[in-house]
């Protein structure tokens, strides 16, 4: 029995408790089952078998969760699509060489359509030949050129959720075209816990899903986080379920944590790392107030060269489906993020390559974007370079408020903040009032393409 043979037996186990909660309806693992088991019979009279490459265009609902496992059984390769990315589509399915695609629509209906447009990828095509497995292709968001389409095994993907664990009832924020959404929406169903579905991803929206589901687990973004803390929405809400939040895909601002575990102050708070080359890690933060956070696990083998943190994992993705390969003889993979190591832990600082350099000295945006939050009226906060002749580079920020004020009444206050805490270089020269939707992605990250004038 292979792995996803295991994992849809184990659900089969799980009878009665309930599996998924989509528009305030609630289905048990019996009823998602058959979902699973439907589509099974449908997908042949889709024109969809073994090794054929099938997108998915929608959002978590009963019927788009239930095919994925549908899939995954009937060994296809799945690239699953969101609406945030749709002007990317197209590209996508070219470079995944889509076969079939089935779209959903907002009452969890659906359409397939035959495309015969797209050739086949060299790497898929060599998947199908010598591996008889399912396959994940995910992409990357393609800050610079072409977004790279990443190809995984569903067999190693799945290996890591065979140990039995905590089920939780979750919110799946992360989008399911994100390699750490999909990670959550398998852990949701292989521990027997329950899948919120939520039909939007703003602060109120996502507070009112924890409510009405009583979810235990949120799994966010610290851009969110941020965003929610804006918002107050927090106030209107009973969010006393929540027993678990979860952050990762950029680095957190010390001043957000904060603010965090003054809002949940029951809730644990943990550190999560991974990237969609090599999936997820287990994660241990130092405890719910720290930064400093443990990562590996089994399966995973990390190190430190020069600061910079390597990554090795028997589920690395099987390649990229229109880049050279990023590992090296032994497998190991260069992450680019520069860390300090205190012991067992290890502090992530930023990503090498948004690291500012003004005249020879090293600036990470997220330490001068923890000192700008902590200011009483800034919503978000942006740190980047910009090229100039005698220093290399100057530091600007881009900063989205909650209430109107002076740009020359803001600037001088928040120099004032950064001259007690900063060394001068760090310090901004230019602060720049914007709307705060400008700094943020359909997957709430952080957006810095762009910003750097160099």
């Known amino acids: ?70 899939l995954m059984k009937a060994g296809s390769i799945v690239v699953p699509l969101t609406k945030s990315i749709v002007n990317e589509s197209e590209q996508f399915k ?33 998947f199908r030949s010598t591996k008889n497995s399912s396959g994940l292709v995910v992409f990357s968001s393609g800050s610079t050129g072409e977004p790279k389409g990443i190809l995984h095994d569903f067999e190693c993907v799945i290996r890591k959720f065979i140990s039995q664990r905590k089920g939780w009832k979750s919110i799946l924020f992360l989008l399911m075209d994100h390699f750490g959404g999909f990670n959550t929406f398998i852990a949701a169903f292989a521990y027997g816990g329950v899948a919120v579905c939520v039909h939007d991803r703003d602060p ?5 899903a924890i409510q009405s589901s009583r979810a235990t687990l949120l799994p966010t973004t610290p851009t969110f986080i941020n965003l929610l803390i804006a918002s107050r929405a927090f106030m209107s809400f009973d969010l006393s379920s929540i027993e678990l939040i979860t952050y990762g895909t950029e680095v957190m601002p010390e001043a957000t944590l904060n603010k965090l575990k003054t809002i949940f102050p029951n809730a644990s708070l943990k550190q999560t790392y991974g990237l969609s080359e090599v999936g997820v890690l287990r994660s241990k933060s130092e405890n ?21 943190l390597w990554i090795k994992s028997e589920s690395n993705m099987v390649g990229y489906l229109n880049a050279p390969s990023p590992f090296d003889e032994g497998g190991w993979m260069c992450t680019g993020d ?41 919503k978000e906060a942006t740190v980047y370079g910009v090229k100039n002749p005698l220093m290399g580079h100057v530091v600007h920020a881009n900063i989205a408020l909650l209430e109107e004020e002076s740009s020359e009444n803001l600037t001088i206050r928040l120099r004032k903040s950064c001259i007690l805490k900063l060394a001068k270089y760090k310090i901004p020269v230019k602060f720049n009032v914007v709307h705060g939707e400008s700094q943020r992605n359909e997957r709430f990250k952080k957006i810095r393409t762009g910003l750097d004038k160099s």
């Open 1 to 70: 029995m292979n792995e996803i043979d295991t994992l849809l037996k184990r659900m089969e186990g799980f009878g009665s408790l309930p599996a998924i909660i989509w528009k305030n309806n609630q289905l048990n693992y019996i009823e998602f089952v058959d979902l699973i088991n439907d589509w099974e019979l449908k997908l042949p009279n889709l024109g969809v078998t073994r090794g054929t490459v099938c997108s998915v265009l929608g959002d978590f609902s009963p019927k788009c969760c239930a095919l994925f496992f549908a």
């Open 288 to 308: 719910d107030a720290s930064l400093w956070v443990k990562i590996g696990g089994d399966g995973f083998e990390v190190r430190i060269e020069n600061n910079i």
């Open 204 to 208: 109120s929206a996502i507070c009112e």
């Open 94 to 126: 070219r470079i995944a060489g889509v076969q079939i695609s089935i779209e959903f629509a907002d009452d969890d209906s659906f359409n397939s359509k035959v495309e015969d447009s797209y050739p086949d990828n060299f790497l898929i095509k060599e």
């Open 338 to 378: 520069q860390v300090e190591v205190n012991g067992d832990y290890m502090r992530i600082i930023g990503r090498k390559s948004e690291m500012i350099n003004v005249g020879g000295q090293k600036v990470f945006p997220a330490e001068i974007e923890t000192i700008l939050l902590e200011d009483e009226n800034v």
